[in-house]
């Protein structure tokens, strides 16, 4: 189950059907403000979050940022990230790294790259759970 961040509605549409068509259950939203919003839900149940970059409102290093807060302060695992960006200056890439993600990808998006690291993700999981639900603890 991926969380998909994207303020761009054609990129938003585009990795969203490609998700999908290979088995990939996605949720999307607007922006890092909006997803850091269905992270914090109790019910949420999300198995990597893939976030552009520059967004409005919250941008994708805010939003990491703050889930790495959250996952710290509450216990939870490390829900893995995927970052996407046109923006590959490895001073970015370097800062993202500092926040333990999983990928930073360059766009336009190569799509056997994410299917490389989605399909890492998946076989790691089949072997043992990279994280628990994003529950809250009691």
Known sequence: HILLAEDIAINRLWASSVLQKAVHTVETVE????????????????????????????????LIQNLRSIEQTSGRAELPVIVLSADVQEEVSIRFHDLDILAFLPKPLDLE?????????????????IRSTLKKSV
């Open 113 to 129: 790259h994410l299917r490389g690291v989605l399909d890492g993700v998946v076989t790691k999981k089949e072997k043992e759970p």
């Open 31 to 62: 922006d890092g403000a909006e997803a850091l919003a269905r992270l914090k839900d109790a019910a949420a149940d999300y198995d990597i979050l893939i976030s552009d970059l520059h967004m409005p409102v919250m941008s994708g290093h805010d």
